[in-house]
């Protein structure tokens, strides 16, 4: 079993950055693949950032590669979303989620209640 609960949301002017964290709760956390996702109003859950749990192995979505970056702290527990250059598209509620294969989204079933994240123009 892993809890999550995400911080760092916030509003910010496009062309910011922020930083979003996820701290886990749960022994076997150094053994989940972490994943950032999120779903802009309208829209449908989109995976933003994935790492193995080794963390050895990143994934990017193409609308977020070269501006965003996962991140995890296995002694602390935590995964980040440091995300550079936002823009107004990026506005969403961002989850962090834990799964079983970092390449098989349908295998994320922990999930975070979400952050908000709104940017503006």
């Known amino acids: 079993q892993v809890q999550l609960v995400e911080s760092g949301g916030g509003l910010v002017q496009a062309g910011g950055s922020l930083r979003l964290s996820c701290a886990a709760s749960?022994?076997?956390?150094?053994?989940?693949?972490m994943g950032w996702f999120r779903r802009g109003a309208g829209k449908e859950r989109e995976c933003v950032a994935r790492?193995?749990?080794?963390?050895?192995?990143?994934y990017y979505a193409d609308s977020v590669k070269g501006r965003f970056t996962i991140s995890r702290d296995y002694a602390k527990n935590m995964v980040y979303l440091q995300m550079n250059s936002l823009k107004p598209e990026d506005t969403a509620v961002y989850y962090c989620?834990?799964?079983?294969?970092?390449?098989?989204?349908?295998?994320?079933?922990?999930w975070g209640q979400g952050t908000q994240v709104t940017v503006s123009s």
């Open positions: 989620a834990a799964g079983s294969s970092v390449r098989l989204e349908r295998s994320y079933g922990y």
């Open positions: 790492i193995a749990w080794s963390g050895d192995y990143t």
């Open positions: 749960g022994r076997t956390f150094s053994s989940y693949a």
